[in-house]
């Protein structure tokens, strides 16, 4: 494989930022420094003078392929990788979500299967859908056995994939014991099955509705009921996309008395608020905005980026689950119930971050590594070879340009979906080069074509 030298450039690591120059030979970072040119005879050399080096991205929350009734997320792992590598994050993590009946290992197989046409590493948050014995022993089996190092758990969605807070709190005990770490969707069952039968009954059936039938209420309390259990317990939890104010307050004052209490906030609920439920609005403009939570008042989006800088928040992850407004969100058109929720973001965090955060003096680069790279790397897991640009690391990097400028749109996004929720936002930054294990993948917005992990992919701007 080629070795690539990297010079001129500013690295920037979680803790500091330096000039310096990166060497990168069969997959991994071999020096860190000043890099004498000679000393590598036939390195392709890539001048970054005037930008930024940072560790490739890793999010800690996506769901490719997800099956639905209204059809799988509209990008699979290869056109969600794809994207991925675009917005300059090089590493995933998704989830096994088995269906009740279904063993965790064979769901874990399944998953693999699925996975394998990822172009960047993954690893999987596995999921827990039902609860009984057979599932407590198979959990523990799976610890074992596999790389798995966080558990998905939902106490909303109780008819299909959801557990009570009491299960919740089996799990966890089990997780703890294996110093384990569980990840909750923090939406209370019982107050949105209440509300949407509520609304339903009042004939209010249009999408903007979703929003109502998930009331911060919802959030707060099951945030409020994982820190509990997470103090009972002893066990580790992540709070996946924060939405609410409240939520994060409790999460710090958690932080504040040494409870193990980590979690994630991301880019809709930091970029767009609750107008976009607006009922004058058309229904059409409305869904691309049904997920779950729905984004909320901009005093809360005021508090969550408070939270970024605060370290309230450790993460911030995109929840990228998009779906098709034509043909998959309209068929719930009439009934919001009936509208796969999620939206695609993995192209666009580190812009909208940089953008919002960095460019408008929230928080400094080294702070934006932190909550895109570094920690993600620390809490799933992948720390002594991801978050960073050391030595001996994975190679994989990003070419920052801070003064490159852009238009997110539909038009000419990579993710595979017909909309996009932050449809005409202008941005500051965009990853120049992006090195994936060792090759140049990405390069002034257009894919290498490359081989990754010994595949060759005839050309990456032809799948779509
Ligand atoms: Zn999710």
Same mark, same amino acid.
């Given at each position: 494989?080629?070795?690539?030298?990297?010079?001129?450039?500013?690295?920037?690591?979680?803790?500091?930022?330096?000039?310096?120059?990166?060497?990168?030979?069969?997959?991994?970072?071999?020096?860190?420094?000043?890099?004498?040119?000679?000393?590598?005879?036939?390195?392709?050399?890539?001048?970054?003078?005037?930008?930024?080096?940072?560790?490739?991205?890793?999010?800690?929350?996506?769901?490719?392929?997800?099956?639905?009734?209204?059809?799988?997320?509209?990008?699979?792992?290869?056109?969600?990788?794809?994207?991925?590598?675009?917005?300059?994050?090089?590493?995933?993590?998704?989830?096994?979500?088995?269906?009740?009946?279904?063993?965790?290992?064979?769901?874990?197989?399944?998953?693999?299967?699925? /996975?394998?046409?990822?172009?960047?590493? @993954?690893?999987? $948050?596995?999921?827990?859908? *039902?609860?009984?014995?057979? =599932? &407590? !022993?198979?959990?523990?089996?799976?610890?074992?056995?596999?790389?798995?190092?966080?558990?998905?758990?939902?106490?909303?969605?109780?008819?299909?994939?959801?557990?009570?807070?009491?299960?919740?709190?089996?799990?966890?005990?089990?997780?703890?014991?294996?110093?384990?770490?569980?990840?909750?969707?923090?939406?209370?069952?019982?107050?949105?099955?209440?509300?949407?039968?509520?609304?339903?009954?009042?004939?209010?059936?249009?999408?903007?509705?979703?929003?109502?039938?998930?009331?911060?209420?919802?959030?707060?309390?099951?945030?409020?009921?994982?820190?509990?259990?997470? /103090?009972?317990?002893?066990?580790?939890? @992540?709070?996946? $996309?924060?939405?609410?104010? *409240?939520?994060?307050?409790? =999460? &710090? !004052?958690?932080?504040?008395?040494?409870?193990?209490?980590?979690?994630?906030?991301?880019?809709?609920?930091?970029?767009?608020?609750?107008?976009?439920?607006?009922?004058?609005?058309?229904?059409?403009?409305?869904?691309?905005?049904?997920?779950?939570?729905?984004?909320?008042?901009?005093?809360?989006?005021?508090?969550?980026?408070?939270?970024?800088?605060?370290?309230?928040?450790?993460?911030?992850?995109?929840?990228?689950?998009?779906?098709?407004?034509?043909?998959?969100?309209?068929?719930?058109?009439?009934?919001?119930?009936?509208?796969?929720?999620?939206?695609?973001?993995?192209?666009?965090?580190?812009?909208?971050? @940089?953008?919002?955060?960095?460019?408008?003096?929230?928080?400094?680069?080294?702070?934006?590594?932190?909550?895109?790279?570094?920690?993600?790397?620390?809490?799933?897991?992948?720390?002594?070879?991801?978050?960073?640009?050391?030595?001996?690391?994975?190679?994989?990097?990003?070419?920052?340009?801070?003064?490159?400028?852009?238009?997110?749109?539909?038009?000419?996004?990579?993710?595979?979906?017909?909309?996009?929720?932050?449809?005409?936002?202008?941005?500051?930054?965009?990853?120049?080069?992006?090195?994936?294990?060792?090759?140049?993948?990405?390069?002034?917005?257009?894919?290498?074509?490359?081989?990754?992990?010994?595949?060759?992919?005839?050309?990456?701007?032809?799948?779509?």
């Amino acid at each position: 494989m080629e070795t690539l030298l990297i010079i001129n450039g500013i690295v920037v690591n979680a803790d500091a930022s330096r000039k310096a120059g990166v060497a990168v030979s069969n997959a991994s970072i071999i020096e860190v420094g000043s890099i004498n040119p000679k000393a590598y005879p036939g390195a392709a050399i890539i001048d970054a003078k005037g930008k930024y080096v940072l560790p490739g991205g890793i999010d800690p929350h996506v769901h490719f392929a997800l099956p639905t009734s209204a059809g799988n997320s509209s990008d699979d792992f290869a056109s969600g990788s794809r994207a991925a590598i675009a917005g300059g994050t090089t590493t995933f993590i998704d989830f096994v979500t088995p269906r009740r009946g279904q063993t965790l290992q064979d769901a874990l197989d399944q998953r693999k299967a699925e /996975a394998a046409g990822s172009l960047i590493d @993954y690893k999987f $948050h596995l999921g827990i859908s *039902e609860w009984n014995s057979d =599932i &407590a !022993s198979e959990l523990e089996a799976c610890f074992e056995k596999e790389k798995i190092t966080s558990v998905k758990t939902y106490v909303a969605y109780r008819e299909s994939i959801g557990i009570s807070y009491d299960e919740l709190e089996q799990v966890m005990e089990i997780a703890a014991s294996a110093g384990k770490l569980v990840l909750v969707h923090c939406e209370d069952g019982e107050i949105i099955a209440r509300k949407r039968d509520e609304l339903l009954r009042l004939g209010k059936t249009r999408p903007c509705y979703h929003a109502a039938s998930r009331p911060p209420e919802a959030e707060i309390r099951a945030v409020e009921k994982v820190i509990g259990l997470s /103090a009972k317990t002893g066990c580790s939890v @992540y709070i996946v $996309h924060t939405s609410t104010a *409240e939520a994060a307050d409790a =999460i &710090a !004052s958690a932080k504040r008395s040494g409870l193990p209490v980590f979690a994630e906030t991301c880019p809709q609920y930091l970029v767009l608020d609750e107008a976009v439920y607006d009922e004058g609005l058309d229904d059409y403009k409305v869904l691309p905005y049904v997920l779950s939570p729905p984004v909320r008042s901009a005093f809360d989006r005021e508090r969550l980026w408070e939270g970024l800088s605060d370290g309230t928040f450790d993460t911030v992850a995109t929840d990228h689950c998009p779906f098709n407004l034509y043909g998959q969100k309209d068929q719930g058109i009439d009934d919001f119930t009936k509208i796969p929720n999620g939206a695609g973001g993995i192209e666009h965090r580190f812009s909208l971050l @940089y953008t919002f955060g960095v460019s408008e003096g929230r928080f400094n680069l080294n702070q934006f590594v932190k909550l895109v790279s570094a920690r993600p790397a620390e809490l799933f897991g992948m720390a002594d070879r991801k978050g960073g640009i050391e030595k001996g690391y994975d190679a994989d990097i990003v070419i920052w340009d801070p003064d490159a400028q852009g238009r997110i749109s539909a038009e000419h996004h990579f993710q595979r979906c017909d909309t996009d929720i932050y449809e005409g936002f202008q941005i500051r930054g965009k990853p120049e080069l992006v090195i994936v294990n060792g090759r140049i993948a990405f390069r002034n917005g257009k894919f290498e074509n490359i081989d990754l992990k010994g595949r060759y992919l005839p050309d990456l701007n032809t799948v779509r």
